[in-house]
């Protein structure tokens, strides 16, 4: 019989060093982390400044007892026998703490025993070179070595992760024993749920990427989480390490691991499969403590943090489930942080459950670590048709000028100078310019003014962590993050200056380099994954997502069949409405005709969407003036979660009425109003973003890139029609249910707007 002793158990160097070397305080006032593909890029820096024979990127590994350790050295120059360690950073190099230097040792001597041994070295220099990136200058920390002494330490940092890492080989041996014996929680798979399980049983086992629509009512998400947890066990298959739902928002987290905790509840035993499950959430929803700094110094949960991490990382791998509220209590247990236990925690996780920019965003959490790790994860992207939108924001940036102004005010005297610089540039930048204009490029001299501005700031904070007022910090990550963009924008994206309303002697000037084609961006995440499913309700075209998402040519396009009759839904279109900007005053008498008959005919609860709160606002006054009988609930711009709540109760209480929302808005998805909570919908739009020149741009963009028409519906017809068919699909929600949808604008009728709508809908 197989033990876990008997298995070896391999480990990154870094994460091996993490756990043992790790002490003290967490302390995040050692400057902003840079980005990944930045940090690649000092890298690229400092190699190209080394003599000819200079190697980099070196693959390392060794044993010890059974326990691997690998990682990539940075650099390695022969001639001096001296290895590097590169850390890229911004501000002062001062600002780097004894702890974190510490660690950064301990990875270097690891890998220092682990060239030895694989050049048969019997002495080596240590090199601990810290890039600071804004300067672009190297500060090297130099250490000498015997062979010997690294074996011994390269031994003690093993001995001391040896009883974790037999823990981690039984759990991974367990793991494997239990999923392949897993069962369907349910007594048998809904129509098309099967269907969509096997095609992403073959994505995670091939992996070949798929990209699935699958209509709401069939169980997309237990249709996705049991196949790619069972391929997590497959025989005679590369194993996959982790699994990763990726969602847009926590709706999709909840029911995510209330799919995960349903398959639990299915194994042999209730609870008994091991399985490690992580919920993440936003740093400013988990924070405990959101009036302090990240330092032990402010924060009793950072103090001695690492001091305490052991304990609370055991405890929490014994969780039934490491959701927010179970690691909350766990970590003030232990007085810590929940935040950073949470991201600690990733690497002992076999689930992990959160937001997309986890993994798809620049500074992605994730994405790096899978890299890092050389982890072999299979990807579900949840409700992919708002992967589009948010990976745009993910990797545009924006500069205001109110913002620098109020930045300025809020400086120390010391900063007074590198604001004033970036006052004159940004002045010479959008002097004469119209109310928009787009440029090929940042002028340098802004580009300058921009990194001198983010230095001095970087610089002053070091030194004066607490001291950093609101305002200042704001700019100070604005500026960061358009810097970052600076340095990527290409075809894909748009550099836009837009003028606004005045200030006291000219324009407001907003500065934005906006992404238009996300592709190749997320590209280098979905090649970082073994597999990646993305799916949704609303996939068509399937070219928008190809092109736009960057899913490369052998993806998987298909999809599943709705489990709805075209009886089930009476869908009709209003021909003589028009809902175009000019004629929205002369709508509203035949909107309000509609909506009243319907009632007459059909009381109950119905959606009715609209456009805008502007549109919605006439139409709901037009309708209680003509009407006052008839009861309505309205949708408020910025309603809170208690609003939005009690805007959905009403449905699931005995009232009837008629409900006012905004299209594309939080009541158009993600919501579930099933049987007679919900027998009908208005949509009273074709869902088209405005005509501005904002997006007349972004069009223009598109259709060099894809085509004059391709680029149009890009940029209109596509992203307006999925909105209309999310907002229609709340009606029909199980195989039992009835309704109506009624779109309003004659436009409807066309037949290249007709075929973006379901095909199992019968259009009047």
Partial sequence: MTTAHDLPYTVAVRTLCEFTARRGDLDLRFSPSPSAQEGVAGHQLVAARRPPGYRTEISLSGSHHGLVVRGRADGFAPHLKQLEEIKTFRGDVHGITEAQRQLHWAQLKVYGHLMCAQEGLD???????????????????????????????????????????????AHRLARQAALASLSFPHPDFRPGQRELA???????????????????????????????????????????????????????????????????????????????????????????????????????????????????????????????????????????????????????????????NYYFDSHALLYAMTRAQEWRVAVLVDEAHNLVERARKMYSAELDELALVLARRAAPKPLKKDFDRLRRRWSELVQGRPAYSVLDSVPQPMVLALQQAASAIAAWQTEHPSELKPELQRFFFDLLAFNERVHTLGEHSL????????????????????????????????????????????????????????????????????????????????????????????????????LAAQWAVQPGKYLAFFSSFDYLEQAADALALAHPQLPQWRQTPRMDEAGQHAFLERFRTGDEGIAFAVLGGSFAEGIDLPGSQLIGAFIATLGLPQLN????????????????????????????????VQAAGRVIRRPEDQGTVFLMDGRFARPEVRALLPAWWQVE
């Fill in 123 to 169: 002495q080596l220099k240590l090199a601990l070179v810290y890039f600071n990136l804004d300067e672009q200058q190297e500060t090297v920390l130099l250490e000498t070595h015997t062979a010997q002494a690294l074996l011994a330490f390269f031994e003690q940092q093993c001995a001391a992760f040896m009883a974790w890492a037999q823990q981690e080989a």
């Fill in 198 to 356: 096997e095609a992403v049983w073959r994505s995670a086992t091939s992996g070949q990427p798929l990209l699935v629509e699958a209509p709401t009512g069939i169980g997309k998400t237990v249709g996705t989480v049991f196949p790619a947890l069972k391929a997590m066990a497959a025989e005679g298959k590369p194993a996959l390490d982790k699994l990763y739902f990726l969602t847009a928002k926590s709706s999709g987290r909840a029911l995510a691991l209330h799919a995960l905790e349903r398959l639990a509840d299915a194994a042999p035993a209730p609870r008994s499969l091991p399985l490690r499950v992580l919920e993440l959430v936003a740093r400013d929803k988990a924070c405990e403590h959101p009036d302090k700094a990240c330092h032990g110094e402010s924060c009793p949960l950072a103090l001695g943090f690492y001091d305490k991490l052991p304990a609370a990382r055991q405890a929490a791998v014994a969780l039934p489930s490491m959701d927010k509220p179970a690691l909350r209590r766990l970590a003030l247990d232990h007085a810590v942080c929940p935040y950073y236990l949470a991201q600690d925690l990733l690497r002992w996780a076999d689930v992990v459950v959160g937001d997309y």
């Fill in 495 to 594: 550099f836009d200056i837009t003028l606004s309303e005045r200030t006291t002697h000219r324009p407001r000037a907003r500065l934005c380099i906006r992404c238009v084609v996300p592709a190749p961006f997320l590209k280098h995440r979905l090649d970082a994954a073994a597999s990646c499913t993305m799916f949704s309700a609303t996939l068509q075209p399937a070219d928008y997502y190809l092109d736009l998402l960057g899913l490369p040519a052998r993806t998987v396009v298909m999809g599943v069949a709705a489990p709805f009759a075209a009886e089930q839904l009476q869908v009709k279109v209003m021909q003589r409405i028009s809902t175009r900007w000019p004629d929205r005053q002369a709508s509203l008498p035949a909107i309000t005709q509609v």
């Fill in 693 to 724: 020149a904002v997006n007349e741009e972004m069009s223009r963009r598109m259709q060099a890139l894809f085509g004059r028409r391709r680029g149009q519906d890009y940029a209109y017809l596509y992203p307006g029609l999925r909105k209309v």
